[in-house]
């Protein structure tokens, strides 16, 4: 490990700051911002993915920020090697680089590596997307809060994608998905330094119904309808387009399509906090610290 370069990962539920933060930190350390954000990665959703403005993205210069298009095939470990190229070409001309985002499964694919899964049977997934469509989400939800609660409290219990990849670890090695997690990690050339962002909870909800509301202030309705004949894509089976698409499939009014956005968003955000209180040497500071205090605490790390 070469423990002169130094990467800061901001984390923390969504709407707490993280981008905000991540900014200040890179015109401090004169560096560079990846994103660990994997809704953020897409073309053509800007407004339902908060992603940074075009303000916010010349204050510093980004990487994985909108070079995808919702119709390419992307996934956790490309992103692993891509963050890792795109670290290596960095840390030769920065000591330190941010990196930011709320996608926690992709945080610590940067970080700690990916886990390694045994093979399992394909029949095992088959038989399962056959439940999702005859029995519903819930059924394998149910099943995967009885096989293995740890994982359940854990992952996007919303996101079939991965209800079904859990499950079917489950089920074929007859173990629990969670066992097979933090083990046999590569290390890393760089010394990682986790920032987490938080506040009491009701306050969290609060600031997520806040920018629910801007978002749709700003076009949310509009940025989704231009997707709609691509709704069936993984990379929009995600919170603020899904519901969005009942609204325009007139299942669902839009108000109530609004109320399910901030309810989604709420789940969203507390297993997000679940996610990252795991990794134990989080520096943990409220979202209303001063920057020259966060700062302060970067630097006698980074001694």
């Known amino acids: 490990m070469n423990t002169n370069k130094h990467l800061i990962s901001i984390v923390g539920p969504t709407a707490i700051g993280k981008t905000a933060l991540s900014l200040k930190l890179a015109q401090h350390f004169k560096t560079e911002i990846i994103s660990?954000?994997?809704r953020q990665f897409y073309k053509d959703m800007t407004i339902g993915t908060a992603a940074p403005t075009p303000e916010e993205l010349a204050l510093a210069k980004h990487h994985f920020i909108h070079h995808l298009q919702v119709d390419d095939n992307y996934n956790v470990?490309?992103?692993?090697k891509d963050a890792l190229l795109c670290l290596n070409t960095l840390f030769k001309t920065h000591d330190t680089v941010i990196m930011v985002g709320g996608s926690g499964l992709y945080v610590d694919a940067v970080t700690r590596g990916l886990d390694d899964f045994p093979e399992v049977d394909a029949s095992i997934r088959t038989e399962l997307n056959k439940r999702l469509e005859t029995e519903g989400l819930e059924a394998l939800q149910?099943?995967?809060k009885t096989l293995d609660p740890k994982s359940y409290a854990a992952i996007a219990i919303d996101n079939p994608h991965r209800v079904i990849r859990a499950l079917e670890i489950?089920?074929?090695t007859d173990k629990p998905y969670s066992s097979?997690?933090?083990k046999n990690k590569d290390s890393r050339p760089f010394k990682t330094i986790t920032v987490g962002l938080t506040a009491d909870r009701e306050l969290i909800y609060e600031r997520i119904n806040q920018r629910v509301d801007i978002m749709v202030n700003q076009g949310l309705i509009e940025e989704v309808k231009q997707l709609k004949d691509k709704q069936h894509l993984n990379a929009l089976n995600?919170?603020?387009y899904k519901e969005i698409f009942n609204y325009l499939n007139g299942e669902w009014t839009l108000d109530f399509a609004i109320s399910e956005i901030k309810k989604n968003s709420r789940r969203f955000a507390k297993r997000q906090l679940t996610w990252f209180r795991r990794h134990e040497n989080t520096i943990w500071f409220d979202y209303k610290t001063p920057i020259e205090t966060i700062i302060l605490a970067l630097e006698?790390?980074?001694l």
């Open 36 to 38: 660990a954000d994997s």
């Open 77 to 80: 470990g490309a992103f692993e």
């Open 142 to 144: 149910a099943q995967l």
């Open 170 to 172: 489950c089920i074929g």
């Open 180 to 182: 097979f997690l933090n």
């Open 238 to 240: 995600t919170v603020g």
């Open 300 to 302: 006698k790390q980074l």
